[in-house]
């Protein structure tokens, strides 16, 4: 090829090249505006801001109590007679609980009957007796020797009586304890012996002797530790909404009974007692139970998801979808509650972003996802 051919052939080959390197580096436009939307447009999750009651609750934990509960048994020893009770068994105050046999002791109360009733004819006889002295000591028929003697025989047979008295006092107090009554209604938990065994009233290394365990079942009671902050809210009379998990689809209401005037020892807490009637029995000692007290209730507020409010040095503010954009709002947060978040600003049915929103642009194209 010539010079002059090679000349005429550049301006070809450099437009070719040209227009082969343009193709290949600049994209091709969306064909409008919409489509642009739809290639940035952010997915996002909304709810509705709602207009209801918002209450803010305190949740403690605790376990189940009986609001009454003791260990029971004879203050006697003996072979047990009788055990009417068994696990389980629902008992009425004064209902009896166990006997143990008194036919000993019963043997022993009817001699000290017998020498009771001889003490006081022998008393009456000591009672004439001195009356009698006493007169003839008058007409001064017999001598001072005989009254002081009457006299002293009289003292005798009193205090004969009195110790006769006195020691059928203590057998039938015995026989008296050989009874084990209900000092309550409640429902029996526990007995340690069968009927036949042989019960002593000596303690153990367990502690105190039991025969009878008795636990009232209704209502039952919660105990609860309650931070220092946290104090001044509660009252003696609010109310309590309790669940558990052994239960899910049940809740009780109880109230608050008892703050303690006095921090736990080593803790900034104190005890709060919250009663629960439980008249079916189905809350059972030994249950983990929840409370949650309701501190405050408003009513009519615009509720919106906690994690809706976004805090920004500017103030706070929430993203809301209108149309098919984002738009931010200013908003003044309120309370916290068990339900959402009250703010004001934000009008009823707004379509909130809840999912999507951190470092979303106000006016950025949304795409709604469920």
Known sequence: MNASRLLLA???????LASGC??????????NAAAADDVYAVPVRIVAAETGAL??????????????????APTGQGTIRALPVKLGMDVQRGDLLAELDTSTLRLQLDQAAKTADLARLQLRDADAEVIRARRLAEAQAIPTQSLDQAESAHRMAQAQLAQADASLAVLNDQVGKARLTAPFAGTVTGVGLEEGEFFS???????????????????????????????????VGMDAVVTTSAL????????????????????????????IPNPDRA??????????????RL???????????????????VMVVDGERAKKVAVTPG???????????????????????????????VKVVE
Do not use: C, Y
């Open 335 to 365: 309370v916290r509650g068990d339900q959402g978040r009250q703010v004001d600003g934000l009008e009823p049915g707004a379509r909130v972003v809840v999912e999507g929103h951190f470092g979303l642009p106000d006016g950025n194209p």
């Open 248 to 275: 899910p689809e049940r809740e009780w209401s109880g109230r608050v009974d008892l703050i303690n005037a006095a921090a736990d020892m080593g803790a900034r807490t104190f005890l709060v007692r919250i009663v």
């Open 201 to 235: 009233g000596m303690a153990g290394l367990a502690g105190p002797p039991m025969l009878v365990e008795l636990k009232a079942l209704d209502p039952i009671q919660l105990d609860v530790h309650v931070p220092d902050v946290d104090l001044a809210r509660l009252d």
């Open 10 to 16: 550049l301006p070809v080959l450099a437009a070719l």
């Open 299 to 317: 009513e009519d507020v615009v509720i919106i998801p906690n994690k809706a409010v976004t805090n920004a040095d500017e103030g706070d503010f």
């Open 283 to 296: 809350l059972k000692p030994g249950l983990f139970l929840e409370a949650r007290l309701v501190l405050e």
């Open 55 to 72: 209450t803010r609750s305190l949740r403690l934990g605790g376990t189940a109590q009986a609001s009454r509960s003791a260990r029971l």
């Open 22 to 31: 343009s193709s290949g580096t600049t994209p091709t436009p969306p064909a």
